[in-house]
């Protein structure tokens, strides 16, 4: 009887993968802030999104919080790499708290944006998706100008007050693909829409979108590791299926694998979220070498250099401690 040849086994490995710019200095600004000023530092929200992280900071003695008015009085609190509304910073101030701001720069843009274009009195049509943090942030920037736009089958419902006064902005982590898709919709129904100055969707999102379109026309499957309420991970598997992946996944770590995916399967196509530490990453590349993928090619797509300074707050008050040897100096409130 014929045996069915076993498929030479190896691993596609995309780069650049995982963390991104704006992650790191967030998860740097809570281990700096514990080492700084001591534990426990309240995070409202999770300060990214991946469990493991999330759990790790915990341990460090990180307090995340669903409300500001869940933080005691006079604590510290940091808002999370997504962004607030201007009222969380006002409900902060009321209850005395002293504040670090890790919003990702790449987001504050877009809420500056936001700002400018409510000022001189456009409708903003801001492509994301409802409830998401990020979204519920800059919406709450002008919130009598925002209208979210979840995707193209949105345009037809849409009315604005002047069709010549119209313009989009964007979640940082949507599909690219989708994102013009959408904007293309809004354009056939007002065709005088503006874009905006800069593309919205942050570098490492479309760089970690266009690796997984690479792997996915070279594997027969696609693993993303990030978790489930990760929009940009939840995002690549899409894209990777899009872009003819026969079969593409999403798992927090190496125990998401299912066996029963590698059956059959020569290549895997492996790359992360943008907020996934490569901890993660190195614990799947060990499980898949146990079912024999032992073979690891790298498919680079794009250089990164990229860097974000710390939140200014911490900037200040180790420059302070610094020059007066005081330890243990708070942000203001």
């Not at 079969?247 to 196509?269: F, Q, S």
Request: aromatic share 4%; hydrophobic share 40%; with cysteine.
């Amino acid at each position: 009887m014929n045996q069915r040849p076993v498929p030479a086994r190896r691993v596609l490995l995309a780069a650049p993968r995982g963390f991104c710019a704006g992650v790191d200095r967030a998860v740097t600004a809570v281990e700096t802030a514990l080492e700084q000023y001591g534990a426990p530092i309240y995070v409202r929200h999770e300060i990214v999104h991946n469990k493991y992280v999330v759990r790790s900071l915990e341990n460090k003695g990180a307090v995340f919080v669903g409300t500001t008015a869940e933080v005691p009085e006079g604590s510290i609190v940091m808002f999370s790499a997504h962004g607030v509304a201007p009222r969380v910073h006002a409900e902060a101030a009321e209850r005395g708290l002293a504040t670090i701001d890790a919003t990702c720069p790449l987001v504050t843009k877009v809420h500056k944006e936001a700002v400018r274009y409510a000022r001189q009195e456009y409708d903003i049509l801001l492509i994301g998706h409802e409830g998401h943090e990020e979204v519920i942030g800059t919406s709450g920037e002008a919130p009598d100008h925002i209208t979210v736009v979840a995707g193209p089958e949105d345009a037809a419902h849409i009315t604005v007050r002047d069709e010549s006064k119209v313009v989009w902005l964007s979640q940082t982590t949507l599909s690219v693909d989708e994102t013009m898709e959408t904007v293309d919709a809004l354009k056939t129904k007002f065709p005088l829409l503006l874009s905006p100055p800069g593309d919205d969707i942050c570098y490492a999102t479309q760089n970690r979108q266009s690796g997984v379109k690479q792997l996915a026309a070279q594997s027969e499957l696609v693993l993303v590791v990030g978790s489930a309420n990760s929009s940009n991970s939840v995002r690549m598997v899409e894209v990777a299926l899009l872009a003819g992946a026969p079969a593409a996944h999403l798992v927090d770590n190496a125990d998401g694998i299912d066996p029963a995916w590698l059956r059959d399967v020569g290549t895997v196509g492996l790359t992360s979220g943008a907020s996934v530490p490569e901890s993660m990453v190195d614990g799947v590349l060990e499980r898949l070498a146990e079912h024999g993928y032992t073979d690891v090619g790298t498919v680079r797509t794009a250089e990164e250099s990229i860097t974000f300074s710390l939140p200014h707050e911490l900037r200040r008050d180790l420059r302070a401690e610094a020059s007066e040897q005081n330890p243990g100096t708070r942000p203001t409130a």
